[in-house]
């Protein structure tokens, strides 16, 4: 089957500003969408991104509250497993840390949708994605993309190495080794993570935007729960992970212009402001074109935005009837709010809510 496309129209223009919920007082005046209270009943299975489970928990949580009779199961396998699950109609919707490409919709196929059904992708989880690292007595360090980039491709192996040192004056750097994490599975942290070492030190990070590591070396963990706990089982350790599950780990501030900017939601929300919407989708399909180069003052360009991804219809009308209350909740204000509380992401703004609601609007 494949996906076939249809012009944007008025009602979802491209997203003029998504900034953290609350950074403006008209960002928070509309209404919020929510499933009816009682209606959904059944279960609802989906998988994929690692990133997300914080937040579907919160989510699935939240709609149960009000409809008891809904269980939402959620395998967090990572980003590409979850596709190919989706793809494949094993699971209702997909957690991914992208959208599918172009190409990849239009070779399909998606087996739980109705034949010449658009995809419902939609940007409902934007978080920093933090830097960890594990050395007594260092709490914080800066890192600029080159050096970031040198340390994961292997070429920079000593904590006291030079350009390390260069970029934190005062800082007793031990000569312990480097031990770089990264992700065993396919994943689309890695994918976010590579994108930026990509745009921001091609010259020492030749391997591209991938979702599938491809360096030899190093210490390979499965999903998000992997990363960290290598990380914080090692000394000299370092690795990437959705911020919501730092804990207690170092974490690096990256250098953004002439500034070093610590991860936080404002910071991530403020980075996926100034980047534009990808164009040649379905009206439902809202993907971000994150711009990774940004200079501007108090963003913080390695985020990622992770998407709830449906079909606009489903082969079966009672799946269709699930995700549409799930994907509805999630975009609300009170979803949001859950999902801020307990991962530390950055709710939506009301610009982007209102053009997710129209897309879900249409699943059926």
Known sequence: M?????AQVGALAAVAALTLAGCAANERGGPATEAPEGALSGNLVGGGASSQEVAVQAWTAGLQATNPGITVDYDPSGSGTGREAFQAGAIAFAGSDRPFTLDEIEAGPFDGCAEGSDLVEIPTYISPIAVIFNLDGIESLNLDAPTLAGIFAGTITTWNDPAIVALNEGVALPATNINPVHRSDKSGTTGN????LSANAGSVWTYGSVEEWPVSGGEAAQGTSGVVSAVEGGQGTIGYADASRAGNLGTAAIKVGDEFVSYSPEAAAASVDVSPEEEGRAATDIAIKLDRTTTEAGTYPLVLVSYLIGCAQY?????GELV?????????????TAAADAAGSAPISQ???????????TIE
């Open 2 to 6: 494949k996906i076939t496309r249809i």
């Open 193 to 196: 993570f590579t994108d930026y």
């Open 315 to 319: 082969a079966d009308a009672e799946t």
């Open 324 to 336: 549409k209350g799930f994907f509805e909740y999630a975009a609300s204000e009170q979803g949001q």
């Open 351 to 361: 610009t982007l809510r209102e053009q997710i609601n129209t897309a879900v609007a």
